[in-house]
């Protein structure tokens, strides 16, 4: 009752104003925050970028919530009291200064007892949140722009990672003790340019293998005995590229190609945000098929009928379909977001 009776026209104005002047502010809290890993109070109406935010009432904005979905699934691994935080502001402003965006304050509500959730420092690199709170300030007292004071980062609880890409595509695999085709996998992942990597070791099984084989910008995390739609859910919301490649630990692409194709397809057809890369079918009939408890269709792709057309940019067969196979799929990572 008191963040609603503190969430006034005036405020929202003034939120909706600070977004407009820096483009990768994500969250302004109308409490307190943390700057320099102690609970600070700011002062009322008077903005400032904060390493964590506290308390509402809140403000977001809708991109950098949607970029910083991932880890909101992800409290139970960062620490044993996180999923306990009664505050969702701190951790959501973490994971947004986390996915490239900023946080900051915007006092409404007055309180000297402000208090911080035991595990929110840890989430992310907090040094490199600090650094980056103090350098968005410091433009802010120069009237310069804090658009560029930004950083993305992944989170320091469960992945390991190589360096740093510049990509459109993550392919998400979601494993379980399949040794065998992890060489073969990540032969061809590691031939195909300008993509992320990352794999789910839900056996908890290889996953220095996997780290050994792949020589790109490569993850792997660990989520065990997890189902295999939940580990795609999960791992598509740790990518941050445009379009995600869901595939199970059998998939071995053909080479390195498809990569380029996939976005070439995507780009190409703006309102695509689904891409089967293996079959797909047009249930036209009216016959019931018992064996697949689905009404009788043309299914296309390998063994089965050719794709008949082609896209007009990359002269790879291709066709607007009914159904697609689960995996590879391919899928537009900020409609999945939504």
């Not at 970029?67 to 994971?95: F, K, M, N, W």
């Not at 007009?312 to 900020?334: E, F, H, Q």
């Amino acid at each position: 009752s008191i963040e609603a009776a503190a969430l006034t026209k005036e405020w929202m104005q003034q939120a909706e104003e600070l977004f407009r002047k820096h483009p990768r502010l994500g969250i302004i809290g109308g409490h307190a925050g943390v700057k320099g890993g102690k609970a600070y109070l700011g002062h009322k109406g008077e903005f400032s970028f904060v390493e964590v935010v506290m308390g509402g009432p809140v403000a977001v904005r809708r991109e950098a919530y949607y970029q910083a979905s991932v880890y909101l699934s992800s409290s139970e691994t960062c620490g044993p009291h996180l999923a306990d935080c009664t505050d969702p502001a701190q951790p959501i402003s973490q994971r947004i200064w986390a996915a490239g965006f900023q946080a900051g304050i915007l006092p409404v509500i007055e309180s000297a007892h402000p208090t911080v959730c035991p595990e929110i420092l840890n989430v992310v690199d907090k040094m490199t949140v600090r650094k980056l709170v103090e350098k968005a300030t410091n433009h802010l007292s120069s009237n310069q722009g804090t658009g560029a004071v930004v950083a993305s980062f992944p989170t320091s609880c469960t992945c390991s990672r190589h360096g740093p890409g510049d990509s459109r595509v993550t392919a998400v695999i979601q494993y379980f003790r399949r040794r065998s085709e992890i060489k073969p996998i990540a032969t061809q992942l590691n031939l195909a340019a300008n993509m992320d990597v990352i794999i789910n070791d839900d056996s908890m099984s290889e996953g220095d293998i996997w780290m050994n084989s792949l020589t790109g910008n490569a993850f792997v995390a660990y989520f065990h005995n997890l189902h295999e739609i939940r580990g795609y859910n999960r791992l598509t919301r740790f990518a941050n590229t445009d379009y995600v490649a869901e595939m199970q630990d059998d998939d071995i692409p053909k080479d390195g190609r498809w990569v380029g194709k996939v976005v070439g397809i995507l780009s190409s057809h703006p309102r695509l945000a689904m891409l089967g890369g293996f079959r797909g079918r047009m249930d036209v009939g009216k016959r019931f098929d018992k064996t697949t408890g689905q009404m009788w269709g043309k299914k296309f792709g390998p063994k089965y009928l050719p794709i008949p057309l082609h896209d007009r940019v990359t002269k790879t067969p291709y066709m607007p379909c009914y159904k697609v196979n689960a995996a590879p799929l391919v899928v537009d990572r900020r409609v999945f977001a939504e």
